[in-house]
């Protein structure tokens, strides 16, 4: 009994010393990639609300920018489109436009 518990720690504290910190994952290493900077260099020339850079639940990587104005909406919906991205546009109760600038990511995978 006691010689089967010695194996299961030793399991458990190989696990802790061969696993990787979250510091040390994919996503971590890698800078923000170029076509993400580039769009939010060219939305701050804007008048905009907010911009934001995440990573959405597929591993997608996401830019969200925020404006109140249609025509700065579409202006940078069509620099996204040059730049390669895809893009989603949304317009809520109170007229704020989000536009979403989609890139996925090459090296993460969907979630079934």
């Known amino acids: 009994m006691n010689s089967n518990s010695s194996t299961e720690n030793d399991n458990k504290e190989y696990i802790w010393a061969q696993g990787k910190s979250a510091s040390h994952l994919t996503s971590s290493e890698s800078d923000m990639n170029d076509q993400r900077k580039e769009i939010i260099r060219q939305s701050l020339e804007f008048n905009i609300i907010d911009i934001r850079t995440f990573t959405g639940y597929k591993g997608d990587l996401l830019v969200e920018i925020t404006s ?3 025509d700065v909406i579409l202006s940078l919906k ?3 489109e040059t730049l390669g991205f895809e893009t989603v546009v949304q317009k809520d109760i109170i007229s704020v436009y989000k536009l979403f600038c989609i890139s996925p990511a090459s090296h993460t ?3 079934k």
């Open 78 to 80: 069509k620099i996204a």
């Open 68 to 70: 109140m104005r249609t």
């Open 109 to 111: 995978y969907d979630l």
